[in-house]
């Protein structure tokens, strides 16, 4: 329990239920919506949107395909469902070409998106840089790119 004065303390649920409203205030607002309406204009083009992350940000990935897909009609993909694509060319051609060599074979193009769900990505440090790598090559190709990155 964390103390909050003298008289009460705060359980683990209230403290995090208080976190939870803090993060939420600190969301950029704008920013949000302005994704929404890029993503209704790339539903309008009939893109796609490619959706990457690692970790549990692949299963968030993965879930969020079948909400873009079945409530928002937008098509969407991910590599990671794709146990066997994913690990052969991981095997073949390495971790961290994975999602660029992906995007490549899905002719990803300007009327497409992608979205990254990350809490990093830094090369120097080796962090995510198949996600880096795929952004590089995702601007190089024309792609919208889309994010909600980073531990805060």
């Given at each position: ?73 937008i ?6 469902d ?19 060599a ?23 440090r ?27």
């Open positions: 329990m964390v103390r909050i004065d003298a008289l009460r303390t705060m359980t683990h649920s209230q403290e995090y239920f208080e976190q939870s409203a803090e993060i939420a205030r600190s969301i950029d607002h704008e920013a949000v919506e302005r994704i929404a309406a890029e993503l209704v204009q790339l539903r309008e083009r009939g893109g796609r949107l490619f959706l990457l992350g690692v970790g549990g940000s692949a299963a968030n990935c993965s879930h969020a395909v079948n909400d873009f897909r079945k409530l928002a009609g098509e969407a993909y991910t590599p990671v794709n146990v066997a694509e994913l690990t052969a060319r991981t095997n073949d051609e390495g971790w961290d070409t994975v999602f660029a992906w995007l490549v074979t899905s002719k990803a193009g300007e009327r497409d998106a992608v979205l990254v769900l990350s809490v990093g990505g830094d090369v120097e080796n962090v995510s840089v198949n996600i880096v790598r795929a952004l590089k090559d995702a601007k190089r190709r024309g792609l919208a790119i889309y994010g909600i990155v980073g531990r805060d």
